[in-house]
């Protein structure tokens, strides 16, 4: 039976590398950080297309306070929660999530990505609609595909759009339809920032909830690093976050919904990535609290991400880059270059030049927006910045775009 299965997959293979999508990895033989080193070659070389905005992944006091965790509550739960229960650690973990987000309760999951799927199905039903803006991350869509409310899109971050899907939903479910509406915080292609105060002003104009995933924003965004919320200064009108250990919060894994009580309630009742999957491991827990101590007690590494940011975005503008958000800079900075060779051809030249970051082209991006997307870190220095920077100048003149 395999053979006539196996024929077809080895032809589905082939197609995938004609086309050139082809997705190969690399192997790091070093922790992540700014600089890494590569398995292939022991090359050193800048990282620039990691999630670790805060510098945090090898930080050594989180992986002390896993260590420790790890000491004292074992490795792991061998359990989902509603059969064994959960470990103090996991509450402390919950409550720590609620006060650093201002949020009322907190619940854990495997992943952010678990959390997204975990997230509409107990909330809404077929009588019921989800208005979800066109950009959003796969971790939502699939949310939305096991949940039978009725969907909607809206263009990106297009508020003139949002209005008119919320309009059509609010008339096709009446006055007691619910309607949901789901947003990244910050699209990660762009670094495009939701315009979340707008997105709120319309959920209470058409009485709907406003659900918000935050992983790429989570330790940064606001002047104390809560959020999207706190950037846009919203905090307490979103109803739902969701979001992830596993980027700028220490980068291991693990993540979260937190927002109303009574949600997060409904959601330890009915979720089933919450269910039927294990409890986090204790040493995560351990780790993603000292963080949020972390950052709670100082926004030095938020402020120096900034500066860097503010540093190598002027710097690329200098050496005549085209670089999207200049009003509202994130550190996701995509160097757009337009055609998809040219940005596979830079890619690899990048890393020659010591600069490690990939590009994306379509159908990641639409055609012709192709780019190299890179991001900045808390533990960039100015030297690693300006060395990227260079490696960009010479390539462009190498490659040319
Ligand atoms: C990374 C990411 C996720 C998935 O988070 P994991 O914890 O890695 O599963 C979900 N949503 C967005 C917007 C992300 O960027």
């Keep these: 039976m395999y053979d006539q299965i196996k024929e077809a997959l080895e032809a589905n293979l082939e197609e995938i590398r004609e086309s050139g999508l082809w997705k190969s990895e690399r192997t790091i033989a070093s922790p992540q950080a700014a600089r890494i080193r590569l398995a292939e070659n022991g090359q050193e070389v800048i990282n620039m297309c990691a999630n670790n905005y805060l510098g945090l992944s090898d930080n050594l006091e989180i992986s002390a306070a896993a260590a420790v965790t790890m000491e004292k509550w074992g490795y792991g739960l061998s359990s989902v929660r509603f059969i064994c229960g959960k470990q103090e650690i996991h509450e402390e973990l919950e409550v720590a999530v609620s006060q650093f987000l201002g949020t009322e309760d907190s619940i854990l999951f495997a992943a952010c990505f678990d959390a997204n799927g975990a997230v509409f199905e107990p909330l809404l039903s077929a009588d019921d609609a ?37 309009k059509q939903a609010r008339a096709d479910v009446g006055g007691t339809g619910r309607i949901m509406i789901a947003t990244d915080g910050v699209f990660s292609m762009d670094g495009t920032i939701a315009r979340l105060d707008g997105i709120c002003d319309l959920a209470e104009k058409y009485e709907a909830l406003v659900m918000v995933d935050d992983c790429h924003a989570t330790g940064f965004m606001g002047k104390s690093g809560r959020g999207t919320h706190e950037h846009h200064d919203c905090m307490g009108r979103v109803d739902i976050l969701t979001g992830t250990f596993g980027k700028a919060l220490g980068g291991a894994s693990g993540g979260y919904v937190s927002g109303r009580k009574e949600i997060v309630d409904l959601l330890r ?25 972390m950052i709670s ?7 120096r991400l900034w500066s860097n940011t503010a540093y190598y975005r002027r710097r690329l503008e200098e050496e005549g880059f085209v670089i999207p958000g200049k009003e509202e800079p994130h550190p996701i900075v995509p160097i757009m270059l337009g055609d998809a060779k040219i940005a596979q051809q830079a890619s690899v030249k990048l890393l020659e030049n010591g600069v490690y970051a990939i590009g994306f082209f379509y159908p990641v991006v639409a055609k012709g927006a192709a780019r190299i997307r890179t991001q900045v870190s808390a533990g960039h220095s100015e030297d690693d910045l300006e060395e990227a920077v260079q490696a960009f100048v010479k390539v462009r003149a190498d490659v040319g775009w």
């Design 130 to 166: 989800i208005v979800s803006d066109s950009l959003n991350h796969a971790s939502i869509i699939d949310g939305i595909r096991l949940c039978k409310a009725k969907r909607y899109r809206y263009a990106n971050n297009d508020l003139g759009a949002l209005e008119d899907q919320l």
């Design 297 to 303: 007690e100082s926004t030095e590494r938020r402020d």
């Design 269 to 293: 009742q009915r979720a089933r990535p919450y269910l039927f999957s294990n409890s986090l491991a204790p040493a995560i827990c351990g780790g993603s609290i000292k963080v949020l101590e």
